[in-house]
């Protein structure tokens, strides 16, 4: 018991010390050619650029919000038993 619970403790450590090491490494993989075409271009394009972040971010939203509520609605179906069927709780 106490052994699985200072592993608890070590692997949330680890995901906490993977949280802040990984950010930085994640913004280095921005395209310097995409950065400057953007940074060059007019306003119109970044405005533009900005619709388009926003227009493709709303099906893969859309599709996690229906999962998520159909898993809401569907979440006590397993815990219930078919009513034709006789409940032994003995075995």
């Known amino acids: 018991m106490r052994k699985s619970r200072l592993m608890l403790r070590v692997a949330v450590g680890l ?6 090491i990984l950010p930085p490494l994640a913004f280095s993989q921005g395209c310097a050619l995409c ?34 509520a159909l898993a809401y609605r569907k979440r006590n179906q397993c815990n219930e038993g078919d009513p034709r069927v006789e409940q032994d709780s003995g075995w």
């Not at 995901?15 to 802040?20: E, I």
């Not at 400057?36 to 650029?49: F, N, V």
Request: glycine share 10%.
């Open 35 to 68: 950065y400057t075409q953007a940074a060059s271009s007019g306003a119109r394009m970044i405005r533009a650029l900005k619709s388009g972040i926003v227009i493709l971010i709303i099906p893969p939203l859309s599709i996690c919000m229906g999962a998520i």
């Open 15 to 20: 995901v906490f010390l993977g949280a802040l």
